[in-house]
């Protein structure tokens, strides 16, 4: 059992990279192929917009970023929007959770209560005698 001999390999080709898309489908009309993304990186910020709708959107880039880095940050934004509107109107709507069920960091530790922080002098060797 050895090693195949190299001329009866056949020579791989190239791979292609299929270019990363830059028209994408409108979150808030679903029209596909309607958001175009426009980036200026001089600038610093890119920009997208639907053709059908006109919803805009900008954000920050960087010299790395590409058109799908724009869309997924509008879709992470929709989507931080959409969760803070349902977090409003349940609250809103008295489907808040119960206030023993869960509490928060600022609940469960006052800043007043003294006991908690330490008020020591220093730490004190174990070389020292009393």
């Known amino acids: 059992m ?16 299929d270019p990363l898309p830059t028209i994408f489908t409108c979150l808030f009309c679903n029209h ?15 920009e ?26 509008w879709v992470d934004a929709a989507d931080a929007v959409a969760k803070d509107d349902n977090a409003t ?8 959770p119960r206030s023993g069920s869960k509490q928060t960091a600022a609940g469960r530790y006052d800043d007043d209560e003294d006991d908690r922080r330490y008020e020591g002098e220093g ?8």
Request: hydrophobic letters at 25%; charged letters at 30%; aromatic letters at 6%.
């Open 32 to 46: 596909e192929k309607s958001v175009t993304v426009t980036m200026n990186k001089k600038m610093g910020f890119g």
């Open 123 to 130: 730490i004190v060797g174990d070389d020292e005698d009393d």
């Open 89 to 96: 109107s349940a609250s809103a709507s008295g489907m808040a």
């Open 48 to 73: 997208l917009e639907c053709k059908v709708c006109g919803q805009r959107f900008q954000c920050g880039i960087n010299y790395l970023s590409a058109p799908v880095d724009v869309y997924s940050e």
């Open 2 to 17: 050895g090693k195949r001999k190299k001329s009866s390999r056949k020579p791989q080709g190239k791979k292609k990279n």
